[in-house]
């Protein structure tokens, strides 16, 4: 298995040789911009590798994406495993894109928990596995992250220069997965977010409509703050900073005061027109004693702000903007 393996990668190879010559005799810089007469047109995406594209990113970046500009490969778990290097190096040496975002990842917390194995093999092996056929393309790597590489119980907003303590697994198994993607890929973009929801997947935001819009009571934290996240105002930063070939570590979450779950989910209650008494505020340690809370995670978008590039919008009209196109 592992010869035939070998010799499927060196064919791969030999093929990717040659189409490479064919590609030296034209624009050099032709996976990145249109080249006309030397000069530097519109952007043009060249090729990107989405994994993890099933997910709530994922789906909303291939909508945002115009496909005239771009070649898409989209993978998920059931298409390609990232935890198997061989699988990934096979696919990337085949495709041989310009860009690879990775979307993928283990973020159930209370998996992680319970599963540490895997949670460190699909945040962190995969990630390596993903840079390292970066590296050998000599393609970029956006790396999603997650607050959780934070955590304190002092009410302050973390920016790219604080130094991440991750107290969960999930937070461990993301920074780890962090740290792969800086050793071993040169181009690198590692973006952290913050409760994100959209569509796909399983979220707080689309949990708290399900059960709200069926009458049932929830316990909620109230201990607990970040910035909640649209997957659809995440994804227009991450397409902002590909166009503006940014690399290095941005944070991207939604702007306006941080809030509770509890005050996130009131406020989805509102929107819908549902009863507030459905809610019912908890402290962390009553819903898990194995979690110590107060736990701040709110992010600061220091590094978009200096680079001049746009943040994105209130967390409420983002919410907003979320749940009236789950009502159409």
């Not at 298409?79 to 993928?104: H, K, M, Y």
Request: aromatic residues 6%; charged residues 30%.
């Amino acid at each position: 298995m592992a010869e035939r393996m070998a010799e499927t990668i060196s064919e791969a190879v030999t093929e990717i040789m040659a189409a490479e010559r064919k590609r030296a005799a034209g624009c050099k810089n032709a996976a990145v911009y249109k080249c006309v007469g030397g000069m530097k047109m519109s952007y043009d995406y060249g090729k990107i590798w989405v994994a993890g594209a099933n997910g709530r990113v994922g789906r909303m970046i291939r909508n945002m994406l115009d496909m005239r500009d771009v070649e898409l490969f989209e993978t998920d778990k059931e298409d390609l495993d990232i935890t198997s290097a061989e699988e990934v190096t096979l696919f990337g040496l085949r495709n041989r894109p310009n860009t690879i975002i990775n979307c993928a990842g283990l973020t159930d917390t209370e998996l992680c928990e319970r599963n540490v194995e895997e949670a460190y093999k699909v945040n962190a092996l995969g990630a390596r596995n993903l840079s390292a056929v970066a590296r050998k393309l000599d393609a970029r790597i956006i790396q999603l992250s997650t607050d959780d590489v934070f955590s304190s119980s002092e009410d302050r907003k973390f920016h790219e220069f604080d130094t991440p303590k991750p107290v969960t697994v999930y937070g461990k198994s993301k920074l780890a997965g962090e740290n792969f993607v800086k050793e071993l890929a040169p181009k690198h973009l590692i973006i952290r977010s913050s409760w994100v929801y959209g569509k796909g997947g399983a979220n707080f935001v689309n949990m708290i409509i399900e059960k709200s819009k069926k009458g049932e009571q929830i316990q909620v934290p109230d201990d607990e703050f970040a910035l909640p996240t649209s997957a659809a105002e995440l994804s227009k930063v991450i397409i902002r900073l590909i166009q503006k070939e940014q690399e290095g570590i941005y944070h991207a979450v939604c702007g306006g005061v941080r809030c509770s779950r509890y005050e996130l989910a009131k406020e989805i209650v509102r929107l819908l027109g549902k009863d507030e008494s459905l809610l019912i505020p908890a402290a962390l340690r009553e819903l898990d004693s194995k979690l110590q809370g107060p736990d701040y995670t709110v992010l600061d978008n220091m590094m978009l702000r200096m680079c001049e590039i746009e943040e994105p919008k209130d967390w409420k009209e983002a919410l907003a903007d979320y749940i009236k196109d789950q009502e159409r």
